[in-house]
């Protein structure tokens, strides 16, 4: 029963990925006399989890990052949290709207302040330079020991006694485990503060239509184009999202993670976005302890 189950489950899902028609899902159903609905539950529930999954994209042209789009635009700015500093004035955060109609491009400092280029050439070849010198020193499977004399660097494999009531039972064995790297990727969340729905991009791909790509469980309908909140770096080296598609209008370019893209004047604004690079893993052992066999 499990099994049918399950085969059931897979075939709905197809729907849902366009890979199965309706019919077919009907089909089945009424062949096995099976009521659907506590199925149809079950599957809206995996494809609410599933939709938190990572998309392969397309990967970085390098030559692609300067292209223009074919229509003028008229950018209508949104006013920050924060000041900005445009060619060495800090403009009151809302002050920014005295440049609208104004193509700019933002970068996140870390700091008190946002920086803006309104020259997207400059902006082209600090993301080409970024790019190009990413790729050449690029190794995804670096990892940095970790300078901090106190943590262990060497495996025990000790065995720590255990007693219940005085009486010795067994045992357990620790020992000092590095973790394994993450693969670099950047994460899109559709909430400040990494929250709600998760779409990932590895690094050195993009994703040039973000309506390309659906966002919540299937029967929402929603997609992710104007729904990220805050954006999540792991690994990567840089990230940039853009106000159009094909990575054209305005854009924000991002060398950490950004946890509120509210407060940068960037909520639900996205429509593409890029990510590439990839920084040393900082190789911290954990103690990881379990049962002691010494049978093996």
Same mark, same amino acid.
């Given at each position: 029963?499990?099994?049918?189950?399950?085969?059931?489950?897979?075939?709905?899902?197809?729907?849902?990925?366009?890979?199965?028609?309706?019919?077919?899902?009907?089909?089945?159903?009424?062949?096995?006399?099976?009521?659907?609905?506590?199925?149809?539950?079950?599957?809206?529930?995996?494809?609410?989890?599933?939709?938190?999954?990572?998309?392969?994209?397309?990967?970085?042209?390098?030559?692609?990052?300067?292209?223009?789009?074919?229509?003028?635009?008229?950018?209508?700015?949104?006013?920050?949290?924060?000041?900005?500093?445009?060619?060495?004035?800090?403009?009151?955060?809302?002050?920014?709207?005295?440049?609208?109609?104004?193509?700019?491009?933002?970068?996140?400092?870390?700091?008190?302040?946002?920086?803006?280029?309104?020259?997207?050439?400059?902006?082209?070849?600090?993301?080409?330079?970024?790019?190009?010198?990413?790729?050449?020193? &690029?190794?995804?499977? %670096?990892?940095?020991? @970790?300078?901090?004399?106190? !943590? /262990? +660097?060497?495996?025990? *494999?000790?065995?720590? $006694?255990?007693?219940?009531?005085?009486?010795?039972?067994?045992?357990?064995?620790?020992?000092?485990?590095?973790?394994?790297?993450?693969?670099?990727?950047?994460?899109?969340?559709?909430?400040?503060?990494?929250?709600?729905?998760?779409?990932?991009?590895?690094?050195?791909?993009?994703?040039?239509?973000?309506?390309?790509?659906?966002?919540?469980?299937?029967?929402?309908?929603?997609?992710?184009?104007?729904?990220?909140?805050?954006?999540?770096?792991?690994?990567?080296?840089?990230?940039?999202?853009?106000?159009?598609?094909?990575?054209?209008?305005?854009?924000?370019?991002?060398?950490?993670?950004?946890?509120?893209?509210?407060?940068?004047?960037?909520?639900?604004?996205? &429509?593409?976005?890029? %990510?590439?690079?990839? @920084?040393?893993?900082?190789? !911290? /052992? +954990?103690?990881?302890? *379990?049962?002691?066999? $010494?049978?093996?």
């Amino acid at each position: 029963m499990a099994e049918r189950r399950n085969d059931l489950i897979d075939l709905i899902s197809a729907v849902a990925s366009g890979d199965a028609s309706r019919e077919d899902v009907v089909a089945d159903l009424r062949k096995k006399k099976i009521d659907a609905l506590d199925l149809l539950i079950e599957v809206f529930a995996r494809q609410a989890k599933a939709s938190s999954r990572q998309t392969p994209g397309e990967r970085v042209d390098v030559q692609a990052l300067s292209q223009r789009s074919d229509a003028p635009t008229k950018p209508v700015q949104r006013v920050p949290g924060l000041p900005v500093l445009l060619r060495g004035t800090l403009y009151d955060p809302a002050d920014i709207t005295r440049f609208d109609g104004t193509e700019l491009h933002f970068i996140a400092t870390g700091k008190d302040h946002i920086l803006a280029i309104d020259d997207r050439a400059i902006m082209e070849n600090l993301w080409q330079t970024s790019y190009l010198a990413s790729m050449a020193r &690029s190794d995804y499977t %670096t990892m940095k020991e @970790t300078t901090d004399t106190s !943590v /262990p +660097t060497v495996t025990d *494999g000790g065995v720590r $006694p255990t007693s219940v009531d005085g009486g010795y039972t067994g045992g357990y064995t620790c020992a000092w485990v590095t973790p394994t790297a993450p693969n670099p990727h950047t994460n899109f969340y559709e909430d400040i503060n990494y929250g709600g729905d998760r779409l990932e991009l590895a690094s050195g791909f993009e994703i040039p239509k973000l309506s390309g790509h659906h966002l919540g469980p299937f029967w929402s309908g929603d997609d992710w184009n104007d729904n990220i909140s805050s954006i999540q770096m792991v690994r990567t080296e840089a990230t940039v999202i853009f106000e159009h598609v094909n990575k054209t209008g305005q854009s924000f370019s991002f060398f950490r993670s950004e946890p509120n893209l509210v407060n940068l004047g960037w909520n639900d604004r996205a &429509s593409s976005a890029v %990510t590439w690079g990839a @920084t040393a893993w900082l190789a !911290v /052992p +954990t103690l990881v302890c *379990g049962p002691y066999n $010494p049978t093996g």
